[in-house]
Structure formats: C-alpha cells, structure tokens
C-alpha cells in the first residue's frame, strides 16, 4: 500500500519562513513533487526531487532523504497570496504503459497571516 | 500555451442522466489524466492514457467512461452517476512519463453535482 503524511493545518506569519514535512512510506519510489492548490482552483507543480538533497527555486526549496522516507518544503519570505494546500504526490514506480501515476498526500492547509 | 482547459466549469445533472465532461490541451503532451477530488481532500486518480491509449484504471465504477479520441482531447462520459460522486474533477496531462520528472499540468476542473 502507499502511505503519505502531511500536516494538516499550518499557519506562519507574512515574511517568516515555514517548512512543511512529508513522510512517505510506498511500494516504490521514482520521484517525489510538490503542488500548491489554492481554493477552487487546480494544483500547480512546485517543485520535483529524485536524488538526495535540496533543489532550490526561487523562495521555494524542497529537500528529500530517501532513506528516511521524508521530504520538506520550505518557503521563505512568505507573502499572504502563499495561503493555499500544499500537496506532496509520490511516483511510485515507472509505468511501463506509458504516464506517470501520482499518489498524493493528504495535503497541508497553510494559513499566513499579517 | 501551458493550459489544460475543461468544460463545463459546473455541472449538475440527475441519476439518470447522460453528461460528458471535456478536457483539451495544446502542450504536444501524450500522457493524460481524469482525477477526482472531494472537499479538502487530495486528488485521487482514475484513470491514464498514453499516446491515446488506456494505461490505468484504478478500478474506477463502469458508471465513469473515459475515452481519448486525438492526443489533445480527454472525454469523461458519465452516467447512471450516484450522489456520492459529486465532486471536483480534474484533468491533467504530461509529457510522457519515464525517469524525468515530467511534472502534471492540471486543468481547472469541473464542479460536478449529482442530484
């Protein structure tokens, strides 16, 4: 089975720099991305890790540890409009019939406020 | 043009009825894919296509039909649909998959209500 955790709820300040965590356990691994979903609208791709480490874009980082099942989220410089679910998606393995299926966390709800 | 556009916005139809949800996308992409969400809930997948061919179905009600007609068009024929399958529904689609990241592009979704 595909197990993925995230925090619920966060809530940071407007400038402050907030991490959020995602602990996997899964049948495979072949990528892990990150999507911001604000409200009523679509996930947007963030970021994508493969290897060990951190991948930095913008005020944006996102780091694995494949050996401990575990990525992060950092964002830096919060803004208000940062207010959105934060959605961690494993790709369990390659398939072989070609797309990529994604399994998605149950996502973290960031607040930022003044 | 990094947009996935589906139609209608809203739906609502009864038990007994017959819809089609669409989706397009002119990113040269072949992978595509229908996605359900509920409220405050993550995407679940339904179904895959690759090149216009069927590559998963995670074991989805018959009640739920896709079918890809070109490499830029997604359909979801709906029918006989229960109050519980109201939700978000989201379509995607990617370049195709393999090792590289190759990150979903996703369409705004259809917000669809069964009565």
């Known amino acids: 089975g595909q197990n993925i955790d995230q925090p619920t709820e966060m809530t940071a300040t407007e400038g402050a720099i907030v991490q959020i965590n995602c602990t996997y356990q899964?049948?495979?691994?072949?990528?892990l991305f990150w999507y911001q979903q604000h409200a009523g609208e679509a996930p947007t791709f963030l970021s994508y890790?493969?290897?060990?480490g951190l991948e930095e874009k913008g005020r944006f980082s996102s780091f694995l540890s494949r050996s401990k099942g575990y990525s992060y989220l950092l964002l830096k410089e919060l803004q208000m409009k940062d207010s959105a679910s934060y959605l961690c998606?494993?790709?369990?393995?390659?398939?072989?019939?070609?797309?990529?299926?994604?399994?998605f966390g149950t996502g973290t709800q960031l607040k930022v406020e003044l | 043009d990094t947009e996935v556009t589906q139609t209608p916005k809203h739906l609502v139809m009864g038990m007994t009825n017959k819809k089609s949800l669409k989706c397009e996308q002119h990113?040269?992409?072949?992978?595509m894919y229908w996605y359900k969400q509920k409220a405050k809930k993550p995407p679940e997948l339904m179904f895959v296509?690759?090149?216009?061919?069927?590559?998963i179905n995670e074991s989805v009600p018959s009640r739920f039909s896709p079918e890809c007609p070109n490499s830029s068009l997604l359909n979801l024929h709906l029918h006989a649909l229960q109050p519980e399958d109201s939700a978000l529904y989201l379509c995607?689609?990617?370049?195709?998959?393999?090792?590289?990241?190759?990150?979903?592009?996703f369409g705004p979704g259809t917000r669809l209500t069964v009565t």
């Open positions: 995607a689609s990617s370049r195709e998959g393999g090792k590289d990241s190759y990150e979903q592009y």
């Open positions: 899964t049948s495979g691994f072949n990528g």
């Open positions: 890790n493969v290897l060990d």
């Open positions: 998606a494993v790709r369990p393995y390659i398939l072989t019939g070609g797309g990529n299926k994604l399994t």
């Open positions: 990113m040269g992409h072949r992978a």
């Open positions: 296509y690759s090149y216009e061919k069927l590559s």
